[in-house]
């Protein structure tokens, strides 16, 4: 082993140290143009199955929930600046029955999970209670943080027909925490990302159900100014 | 690990005798958590054998430039950017897969397996033969993947094929049910030691078997 080492040093000395450096940036420049490409291959694919794996739990979200027009064309964008959690706009579908609103959809992000935000669809009902919350992407840790999701627990099944007076405002907390919702040991992390993005979610549509139900698709616009 | 072997040869080789998962022991972390279904072990074993190929295809063209204190960051560079495009990949073309496989796509990264070829092999061929050596040693660990996976899969919830719709599209397939229930141990963590050890025995008696067949012969 000992006269390669030296081999490899007296290799080192001959060539200058950036001539390693361009080899290394020639070779990230064609990494990154293979990935660009890619992307570039792939984006619109994406785009489409994720929107299609949002509509197809639309309806697991409105658990029940009667209504009679078609959620699709009742898509609202909620423009940035809102008090919703995540930092993009937020989508809103409104279900409605024979024109009156019955419940509303928000596919809102939690920023501070464990790795990476965590894509929430989150049903409440005219009486803001909830009725079901999907989680639509995660990154959390396989095994850890990744009970969240409906196929593997049925923790998130808690937040049904919990409204802000049933438990009170005050107690929208982990236990750890003084609150009533159920944290997963091990994982408080998730499991507190989770229960505030859906209480600041309920808040927000307290404080505006009249103007979510209210907007038209033509007035996000104007909301926006 | 001479240069001069038949492709066919390297195979076998990289099939069974240097098997990445089965000899090497190599790549352990995806092969214990993803195999609860055969389908999710295929999913991954297939991710695999591409970012496989691939990386060992770059190293071994680009081995001229390759300098001894700049050629782990050339391999992590590689590869990781051939595992950014695969499981882009399976977000466009395979997206129940990938929401089951998760993290495990882009762990495909930390998988000792593949880094360990570029640095004993392809950063020392030519390409072809580093083509070859990729496809095997992908296609060693995919079908191991795939054989855990059927078992514990077949063990677990008596079932066969299920969900195969992650892969080729269509509604949810629940599979042949050969019985009811299953043994839930199989599925757990536990279950994917167990399974690996039995198939790392059954490999060993297997060869065992077979050397003393061949003594048997000589002898003679």
């Known amino acids: ?225 | 690990m001479s240069t001069t072997r038949k492709p066919m040869e390297a195979v076998r080789k990289a099939l069974w005798d240097e098997n990445p998962g089965l000899v090497a022991l190599l790549g352990l972390c995806p092969l214990l958590a993803v195999t609860s279904t055969f389908v999710n072990g295929f999913g991954l074993g297939i991710a695999t054998l591409l970012v496989l190929t691939c990386s060992n295809t770059l190293v071994s063209a680009t081995r001229k430039w390759l300098r001894p204190e700049i050629r782990i960051p050339i391999y992590v560079l590689i590869i990781a950017s051939l595992v950014t495009c695969v499981e882009l990949l399976f977000r466009a073309y395979f997206p129940a897969l990938d929401r089951s496989l998760g993290i495990f796509i882009p762990l495909i990264v930390t998988n000792c397996a593949i880094i360990a070829r570029a640095e004993i092999f392809a950063s020392k061929n030519p390409i072809t033969p580093s083509i070859i050596d990729g496809i095997g040693m992908g296609a060693g660990f995919a079908l191991l993947l795939c054989a855990i996976g059927a078992f514990r899969e077949l063990v677990g919830q008596g079932t066969i094929l299920s969900r195969l719709d992650m892969f080729i599209g269509g509604d949810p397939i629940g599979g042949f049910i050969v019985f009811d229930g299953g043994f839930l141990l199989a599925i757990l963590p536990p279950g994917a030691f167990f399974s690996l050890a039995l198939a790392v025995a059954a490999k060993n008696a297997i060869d065992r078997r077979r050397k003393r067949a061949a003594g048997f012969r000589l002898s003679i």
């Open chain 1, 1 to 225: 082993m000992a006269p390669q080492i030296t081999n490899l040093s007296s290799e080192k000395s001959e060539k200058p140290v950036w001539s390693a450096g361009i080899i290394l940036a020639v070779i990230a420049a064609v990494c990154t143009t293979l990935v660009a490409l890619t992307y570039g291959l792939t984006e619109v694919r994406i785009a489409e199955n994720d929107r299609a794996w949002l509509e197809q739990n639309l309806q697991p979200a409105l658990a029940g929930v009667v209504y009679d027009n078609n959620l699709l064309e009742s898509v609202l964008e909620i423009p940035l600046p809102h008090e919703l959690p995540g930092n993009e706009p937020v989508l809103a579908y409104r279900a409605l029955l024979e024109n009156t609103p019955v419940a509303a959809l928000f596919v809102v992000s939690a920023l501070n999970g464990f790795s990476g935000p965590i894509k929430l669809l989150i049903g409440i009902d005219d009486n803001v209670a909830i009725t079901a919350v999907r989680v639509l992407k995660h990154r959390e840790t396989p095994g850890l943080g990744d009970f969240i999701d409906s196929s593997k627990s049925d923790w998130i099944d808690q937040f049904e027909q919990k409204s802000l007076s049933a438990p009170d405002r005050t107690l929208w907390a982990l236990q750890r925490d003084g609150g009533k919702l159920d944290q997963v040991t091990g994982a408080s992390i998730t499991s507190r990302a989770v229960v505030k993005a859906v209480k600041e979610t309920l808040l927000y549509f307290e404080a505006n159900r009249e103007t979510v139900f209210a907007m038209s698709d033509s007035d996000t616009t104007d909301a926006a100014e």
